[in-house]
């Protein structure tokens, strides 16, 4: 028995394991604390609108957030999915405005359904692009997502010229009403956003859990090299969660434009923090191969609620951006903590069965 491994034997094992017990809860326990927090400092905090309000935002950070998980489970990160954001909501725009003019003078329109699809294939097709970047080209996913960023926000803004794209109602002999409905419209009750989201995060979930691929994310980020060497095909599992990513962050540009009934180039800004943050918050790992859909869905209400709290309350948007920056130092520095414990705890609990 090696001296390390004697030192942990003497210890007590079981206040270790509460403690860490806690660090696994520590998103239901941060959720807990920012609602009666907000509850009692927050003018109508708790009231059924402000609830609602307070679930569309979420469900935009929660989207996004899901996506991120993936990613960062690998050992990559996505900073281009704000981005993603705003130019999937202008091409939205555009195609209930302006349609798609061909070459023969004809001008095609298209209905919701449709330009959900396109719209959704453009978010696909940009993660596809940081996809390839990363897993052909071998660029760090840190430096090919900062420069896909600054490419899909700079084509937003070139498709108006800056400016916004408003009125997008449609008009019946095009067919293309209705896109209201999917930020403002409900069911049983529930905003289409939160039933969409409930969804994506189910099939995400099982995706994970049951699906080989989804198994293989985890392999991949908790030891690349052993994963390639099992057979698993690395670069395919790459593609895949950033193709993924840019998915969620194409529906988000949709709900966002669906909400306000116009499209901005600047919409998404900054969005990337949040997501990575909701992810961590949720547990996941930022050196890979650890997280959970239902953690990470936990931890985008509380960026969310902690967001508009903070709004409701009169808080200076800087002191939020403070406040959310100390938040994913917090929750890193958390994960690394919950690490060592873990590892220390198994030494313990194998020096005692020993």
Not at 33 to 50: G, K, M, Q, R, Y
Not at 208 to 236: C, D, K, Q, T, W
Request: aromatic share 8%; net charge positive; charged share 10%.
């Amino acid at each position: 028995m090696t001296t390390a491994t004697q030192i942990a034997a003497a210890e007590d094992p079981n206040s270790g394991s509460f403690l860490l017990t806690l660090m696994k809860l520590r998103t239901f326990i941060a959720l807990f604390a920012v609602i009666i927090f907000f509850s009692i400092f927050a003018p109508n905090f708790l009231s059924t609108a402000n609830m609602i309000l307070m679930s569309k935002h979420a469900t935009q950070n929660a989207f996004l957030a899901i996506g991120m998980t993936f990613v960062i489970i690998t050992g990559g990160i996505d900073l281009s999915v704000g981005s993603i954001v705003g130019l999937c909501g202008m091409v939205a725009g555009g195609l209930i405005l302006y349609g798609i003019e061909l070459p023969i003078g004809y001008t095609v329109y298209f209905n919701i359904l449709e330009v959900m699809i396109i719209v959704m294939t453009v978010g696909i097709v940009i993660g596809a692009i940081n996809g390839l970047l990363i897993t052909r080209l071998n660029v760090a996913p840190f430096i090919a997502t900062l420069g896909t960023l600054y490419v899909a926000r700079g084509m937003a803004l070139l498709y108006s010229d800056g400016q916004t794209l408003p009125n997008l109602a449609g008009k019946e002999e095009l067919g293309n009403q209705g896109f209201s409905y999917l930020g403002s419209g409900s069911i049983l009750g529930l905003p289409v956003s939160v039933w969409m989201l409930i969804v994506v995060a189910l099939a995400a979930a099982y995706f994970a859990r049951y699906v080989p691929l989804g198994r293989h994310i985890f392999a991949v980020g908790g030891n690349e090299r052993a994963a390639r060497m099992s057979g698993i095909r690395v670069n395919r599992v790459k593609m895949f969660v950033y193709m993924f990513s840019g998915f969620c962050a194409a529906l988000v540009g949709l709900v966002i434009s669906s909400e306000l009934m116009a499209s901005h180039p600047a919409t998404g800004t900054n969005l990337e923090l949040n997501a990575i943050a909701a992810a961590v918050l949720g547990g996941t790992s930022m050196s890979g191969g650890r997280g959970t859909i239902g953690g990470t869905i936990i931890g985008a209400f509380v960026i969310g609620i902690l967001s508009d709290g903070l709004v409701m309350m009169g808080v200076s948007s800087f002191w939020q951006m403070v406040i959310k920056g100390l938040v994913i130092i917090i929750a890193v520095v958390v994960d690394q903590a919950q690490r060592r414990l873990q590892q220390r705890v198994s030494l313990m609990q194998m020096a005692k069965a020993g």
